[in-house]
């Protein structure tokens, strides 16, 4: 995968606005001959990049710059005024000939020559110019750093030979009540994003959007992961605009059968927050599908337009809000296994994919709170091959053993770290009968193992220390070095590809 930038992530328009802007604010230091000019060429650059950013959509990260801009306009305008304005008064006020064609200078009664002076300089005191300065040009720089904080992102090109598809599907499972709602006739029903290696020529063709199969969906979804998040809207109004590598609707590949990964989001999470690993996984010949929870992914756009919100919450109460997240697992698990029975099972549930799935051969997989609902699904449902946790705690039944390999990804451990953590997931892995794996990245937080890099400020606590697209390509990487031997065969050892990822703990099966 390759490294997205990590530049101001502005266009050049709007980099021309920040410059033009930085431009008034330094005009008045310059000489006098040079202010004038300097500061009109300077006004007209920022009315015309600002003039085609209101045209094109301005972003709220430039309003600063857009503040300082106007007010250098004001003062350019004002000092402009009064130029004329002196002008204008000199020319008028000059001493006239009212004599019979002799100078004034040379009559008895005339009033003596007047001197002509350059213009006062109206300018404001050092002492008062220089602080102003400083603080526009500080307002200015705001606005390439919130750019460069939560840019729009650009999602990491696949590696893959495959170019890449992806369509959604909703499904209603009539076996299941929906246990969110208080009317018993409320069948459950989730919605899944495919991901699928396409036929070659998609990758020249439109892009799907980020987050949603529409602007205004990608927008709903946006603003509800930021409600549940506790930030404003605006930090995450740059991802409607964001577009991946995948094909909408693309034909899938020619080939044989498929390997399959269903994927869970974190809690709170949608289906769309591991779109880069989603696409690197289907350029290497692998189908994704993710899913979204409703009343537990922070929002959900069903077919019929209804958006459906989270109902999840924490209490505080650490036994209340464990026997809270026991639940939400299996609600989550008993999704994930309806999703394999669509996917695979008779009937048109697989749509385009429809006799493309090789069924021997699936993974779960899931972030956070999915990671353990992954875990469960494979206990329950022995159709899963192997298991893929990216950084969560097992919730729900222990105890039990399960025959899939399984690969967790954890983030660095630290004094932040919850202390029972490690612990039951070692005791997960140990009731393994098949080679699990543990991998531990140096410099990764839990958000490290999703898209969030690719927006969110680079904080270690929140995003970890790595760069911003290092995250989603590690997390590719380690999945796909791990799926090769577990789902395809590989002769490749997986543990000699995942220890170059970070520190490796293997658990060997237990004799039962």
């Known amino acids: 995968m390759t490294e997205v930038l990590t530049g101001p992530q502005m266009s050049l328009v709007e980099m021309f606005l920040v410059a033009a802007t930085v431009a008034l604010v330094l005009a008045r230091w310059l000489p006098a001959a040079a202010r004038r000019p300097a500061g009109l060429g300077a006004a007209t650059g920022a009315v015309v990049s600002g003039a085609v950013l209101v045209a094109t959509g301005p972003r709220w990260h ?24 002196e002008r204008h008064g000199v020319r008028h006020g000059a001493p006239r000939d009212r004599g019979h064609g002799e100078p004034p200078a040379h009559r008895h009664d005339a009033p003596p020559a007047r001197r002509h002076h350059a213009p006062p300089d109206r300018r404001a005191p050092r002492w008062l110019a220089l602080p102003a300065t400083a603080a526009c040009l500080a307002l200015v720089a705001t606005g390439p750093a919130a750019a460069w904080a939560l840019p729009v992102p650009q999602f990491p090109a696949p590696t893959g030979r495959h170019p890449v598809g992806t369509a959604v599907v909703q499904w209603t499972d009539p076996e299941r009540a929906e246990g969110a709602t208080a009317d018993p006739a409320d069948r ?3 919605v899944a994003q495919l991901w699928c290696p396409a036929r070659g020529g998609s990758e020249r063709g439109e892009r799907a959007r980020y987050l949603g199969r529409t602007r205004a969906e990608a927008r709903t979804v946006a603003r509800a992961l930021a409600d549940y998040a506790g930030v404003p809207a605006f930090a995450l109004d740059g991802l409607p605009d964001a577009r991946t590598h995948a094909a909408p609707d693309a034909p899938v590949a020619d080939g044989g059968r498929f390997p399959l990964v269903l994927f869970s989001p974190g809690l709170g999470g949608v289906r769309g927050q591991n779109t880069a690993w989603a696409e690197e996984l289907a350029s290497h010949g692998y189908v994704v599908a993710a899913l979204d929870h409703p009343h537990d992914s922070a929002a959900v756009v069903l077919a019929d337009g209804r958006t459906v919100r989270t109902r999840v919450a924490a209490t505080g109460d650490p036994e ?3 026997r809270r997240a026991a639940g939400w697992t299996a609600v989550r698990a008993a999704d994930l296994g309806f999703a394999l029975t669509r996917l695979t099972g008779p009937g048109e549930g697989a749509g385009p994919l429809a006799g493309r799935l090789d069924a021997d051969r699936v993974a779960v997989a899931g972030h956070s709170l999915g990671g353990a609902a992954a875990l469960q699904a494979a206990r329950q449902d022995h159709r899963f091959a192997a298991v893929v946790n990216l950084d969560g705690s097992p919730h729900g039944p222990g105890a039990r053993p399960y025959p899939q390999p399984v690969l967790a990804l954890t ?17 997960a892995l140990d009731l393994g009968t ?9 410099g990764a937080a839990h958000l490290t193992f999703t898209d969030a890099p690719l927006y ?6 929140l995003t ?19 799926l090769g031997p577990a789902l395809r065969g590989d002769a490749a050892d997986a543990a000699d590809a995942l220890s170059a990822h970070g520190e490796l703990t293997v658990h060997r099966p237990t004799a039962r």
């Open 320 to 322: 209340v809000d464990e």
């Open 464 to 482: 970890g220390s790595r760069a911003r697209a290092e995250g989603p390509r590690l997390t590719a990487a380690a999945t796909l070095a791990f």
């Open 188 to 190: 459950r029903t989730v």
């Open 456 to 461: 969110l400020p680079p904080l270690p606590s």
């Open 434 to 442: 098949a080679t699990g794996y543990r991998l531990t990245v140096p």
């Open 411 to 427: 983030q660095e451990i630290g004094p932040a770290t919850d202390p029972d953590y490690l612990p039951r997931l070692t005791r």
């Open 62 to 85: 430039l309003a600063p710059v857009a503040l300082v801009a106007v007010l250098g306009l004001v003062r350019e305008l004002v000092a402009e005024l009064r130029r004329r304005g």
